[in-house]
């Protein structure tokens, strides 16, 4: 239960950090259509530019934060944190870039159908995970794959 309420959760910040509500499907509304497209261009654009301020406060904070501590210790502890942050941030970069690619099938009328067989892939799965790019059933059976690849 506890997991259901943090994947919840999850997908609830992602809307709040572009300020809207959960799209309401009207009876009979036809699947993308332009208030669908707007509304995940929206939240789309507001994750890519919250990703892009944390990239800038880092590498503002870095530089603040660069010192030279002759305590060998200090020093190491800093290096660490300067080595989390950056893979934090590359991370973030990646995330930024896949947002980007999903922008572009936004603008091209191509969101939010399965790469894998071209199934819709849901209003409810994009928002909680805007930039998903399989149906939940062709995603499933990737990560079926994967594990028996893996082991």
Same mark, same amino acid.
Do not use: C
């Given at each position: 239960m506890q997991e259901g309420q943090t994947r919840k959760t999850s997908s609830l910040?992602?809307?709040?950090?572009?300020?809207? $509500?959960?799209?309401? *499907? !009207?009876p009979?509304?036809?699947?993308?259509? !332009?208030?669908?497209?707007?509304?995940?261009?929206?939240?789309? $654009?507001?994750?890519?530019?919250?990703? @892009?301020?944390?990239?800038?406060?880092?590498v503002s904070h870095m530089q603040d934060e660069a010192a030279n501590f002759p305590d060998p210790v200090d020093r190491a502890a800093? *290096?660490? &944190?300067?080595?989390? *942050?950056?893979?934090?941030?590359? @991370?973030?970069r990646k995330l930024i870039k896949k947002i980007e690619k999903t922008l572009k099938k936004v603008e091209d009328d191509d969101f939010g159908y399965c790469d894998s067989c071209g199934v819709e892939i849901?209003?409810? @799965?994009? &928002?909680?995970r805007p930039t998903a790019d399989l149906c939940i059933d062709c995603k499933t059976l990737a990560e079926i794959r994967e594990k028996q690849m893996a082991g």
């Open positions: 910040s992602i809307l709040a950090i572009a300020g809207v $509500e959960p799209y309401q *499907e !009207k009979g509304e036809e699947y993308m259509n !332009k208030a669908q497209l707007e509304h995940f261009k929206k939240i789309l $654009e507001a994750w890519r530019n919250q990703l @892009r301020d944390e990239v800038d406060r880092t800093q *290096e660490e &944190e300067f080595s989390l *942050e950056l893979r934090n941030r590359d @991370r973030e849901g209003i409810r @799965r994009l &928002e909680a």
